[in-house]
């Protein structure tokens, strides 16, 4: 799954907004990359969030090539 829209062509760099326990996070790459590969480089452990992007959960293997927000839904488990 690729996901994104139009990027600032006199900007080099996509940049990814990315909110996370209420906190938003920027993520830039001048390559496509992964949401998988976001997570590791924020350190945010893949097994504990669900992507969202428009209101739709994402696979964490969706390809990233342009300027996006997701946000990340924490889940939690235990008892």
């Known amino acids: 799954m690729r996901i ?4 600032d062509p006199f900007r080099s760099n996509m940049r990814v907004e990315v909110v996370y326990e209420n906190e938003s996070l920027i993520f830039e790459s001048e390559v496509s990359t992964t949401i998988s590969t976001i997570l590791n480089k924020l350190d945010i452990p ?13 696979p964490h293997s969706s390809t990233i090539s342009e300027d996006i927000k997701i946000e990340l839904i924490v889940v939690s488990s235990g008892g």
């Open 46 to 58: 893949s097994s504990t969030v669900l992507a969202v992007y428009n209101d739709t959960i994402v």
């Open 4 to 7: 994104g829209h139009k990027r």
